[in-house]
């Protein structure tokens, strides 16, 4: 793996996983927050109790004052009745604003008018007292005091019940909101998660997948380059001598079994001595291609001709095999092509193909357009496929699989796609391949568009 997709697959990584768990703490938080509230909402439900309690406790405080005062004649104790009794007028009007229905409001108007009747009742306690000599008032003097501190309790309750009535209901539309809330949170967070999940797919599908798709460029380039110019200097110039001692030989082979019986053992003897030959000189033409390649003689043909003109050419070899090779939608677009020379390598290609998908394997061909960058620009190119269902290239394989004379068959130069890769370049184009493990290879021969 290269370090910049090393880099790419971490970074992917990394910020998948800070995606995970900023989702799990915000899903935590929320949750927790929710939950708070939930119980807050419950207590303030209790504190609507709280009104009546107050009312009830204070008038009966004042009620404790009026009687010290009418009994006793005790004059701080009616001084305290006007202070608190000022204080709980000023209670009831603090308390309008937190009532929130308009039956609690005219309630609380009710209090306030049977306050008045009962601090009215109480004055005239304090006036029968102030004009009568000091001895103890009469209970009888009580009984409309009385009658006026039962009312405005009553009224009390009824606003106690009433509050309590209003907050029952904000609190129940309160907490069905909050359990809504929480339902939501929880749909969304597992969308978001199912999201995260899909888009991780996509993004490694489309991003990082395809970062495998290898086009033999630049790096790779030169470095074959360099390779070759060594190689092929020496390899050439040995290729060349021994060309001609092999024409010599086959020439003589070929005298040889003039006279030789067919079917004799010496007959079958010069036959592996003319298959050696053969091999030897397919070796030499190869190496050759490869040390000093022809300069394309370029023609304009639609992008589907040579992948046609080559399935004629190989079917009956290849169907001995019982292998298929088809050609598929295709484009016609026209390239610009030395047309012997990518049959050359899209028959390297297909060989290769045929090799690694065996006896009835399938071998299919493509002619399709795209986008790519081959010189310093992107743009629209024709590439011409051969898609294998093989074993794949193993990595061990891949790391050379360019070198020259690097093979992994019995019979193999390992000259085919070093060969193929110097064509395509001097089309301009780019060779590219991809490969998955036991699923098969597709080569792609990247050519600018004419
Ligand atoms: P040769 O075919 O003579 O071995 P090549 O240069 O064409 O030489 O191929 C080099 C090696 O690359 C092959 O020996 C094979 O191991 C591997 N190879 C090439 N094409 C494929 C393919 N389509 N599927 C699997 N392996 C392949």
Redesign the pocket.
Known sequence: MSGGMKYRLVAFILAMAGMIVLIAWTGHTSWQRSGELREKLTTVQLQSFQIAKHLQQTIWELNNLVLRYGAYHDTNAWARFQTRSKELDNWIDDERPILSTEKERQLLDLINTRYDDYLAAAHGIETRIQSSPPEATPLIAFADFEKQTQRILNVGSELAKAHLDSMSTFLADSQQSLTYLRVVLLTSLALLLLAGGGLAVVVYRELIAPLRLKLVESQALLERQEKLASLGLLAAGVAHEIRNPLTAIKAWLFLQQKHLQPGSPEHADTEVIANEVNRLERIVKEVLLLARPSEPHLATVPADEPLRQVQALLMPQLGKANIQLTVQDSVSFPVKIDSQQIQQVLI??I???A??SGHDGEVSLRARLDNKRLTDRVAEVIILE?A?T????PPE?EK???D?F????D??????????ARIVEKHGGALQ?Q?RPNH??T?GIVLPRA
Do not use: E, H, M, W
Not at 390 to 393: D, T, V
Not at 414 to 419: E, K, M, P, R, V
């Open positions: 390297n290609l060989q290769n193909a090799d690694s051969v294998d093989g074993k794949g290239i394989v050379r699989l360019f020259p690097f093979t992994t068959k019979a193999g130069t390992g000259l085919g796609l070093s060969i193929a391949y490969t098969g290879t080569f």
